[in-house]
T-cell receptor, first 113, second 115 residues
């Protein structure tokens, strides 16, 4: 059973460009979570999604960030008009249910030039 | 509101020595508590999880943690450190309510092992 997949593993963008981060949950998992890890810091919750629904987006910045988890395909975290402060590692986790153990992917490391 | 505080951003022990990583939590509801390990440039791996069953939780790689409600602590221990234990360790908390599925992480403790 493959684990949580994230791609790309590394992403470089120039200021003002868009970044799209993808997360494929483990087989049988319908709950997805996105976390951001700034350099030398712990992970900070961003958003919690189920298929086609956003359950909790209390950690998402109000502007430029959006997330989706469509009926088919991976979950996407989209960052528009990236700025240098968006440089971080973005981790996705999945679980079978809302209270179950979350399994983390390897992360996408975004660098904004 | 829930939070965790990890005491000591960096801990260094000798190989074979006791590992003790400290974590205190704050939660207005019965918590779930976790310890995760992160190796360089990798994702997080769950070491162990407390869900209100036994207060002493055994995890992978010889680690264990004890939930002490009176001290609001969930310290991580290992009797004998190995070089392979060098990594970043995160204590984390979430609520048992269905609306509280997000995990709140501490700032992390970097564990170094001296030969």
């Amino acid at each position: 059973n493959a684990g949580v997949m994230q791609n790309p593993r590394h992403l470089v963008r120039r200021r003002g460009q868009e970044a799209r981060l993808r997360c494929s949950p483990m087989k049988g998992h319908s709950h997805v979570y996105w976390y951001r890890q700034l350099p030398e810091e712990g992970l900070k919750f961003m958003v919690y999604l189920q298929k086609e629904n956003i359950i909790d987006e209390s950690g998402m910045p109000k502007e430029r960030f959006s997330a989706e988890f469509p009926k088919e395909g991976p979950s996407i975290l989209r960052i528009q008009q990236v700025v240098r402060g968006d440089s971080a590692a973005y981790f996705c986790a999945s679980s079978p249910g809302g209270r179950d153990t979350q399994y983390f992917g390897p992360g996408t490391r975004l660098t904004v030039l | 509101a829930q939070s965790v505080t990890q005491l000591g951003s960096h801990v260094s022990v000798s190989e074979g020595a006791l590992v003790l990583l400290r974590c205190n939590y704050s939660s207005s509801v019965p918590p779930y508590l976790f310890w995760y390990v992160q190796y360089p440039n990798q994702g997080l791996q769950l070491l162990l999880k407390y869900t209100s069953a036994a207060t002493l939780v055994k995890g992978i790689n010889g680690f264990e943690a004890e939930f002490k409600k009176s001290e609001t602590s969930f310290h991580l221990t290992k009797p004998s450190a190995h070089m392979s234990d060098a990594a970043e360790y995160f204590c984390a908390v979430s609520g048992v309510q269905s609306s509280a599925s997000k995990i709140i992480f501490g700032s992390g403790t970097r564990l170094s092992i001296r030969p």
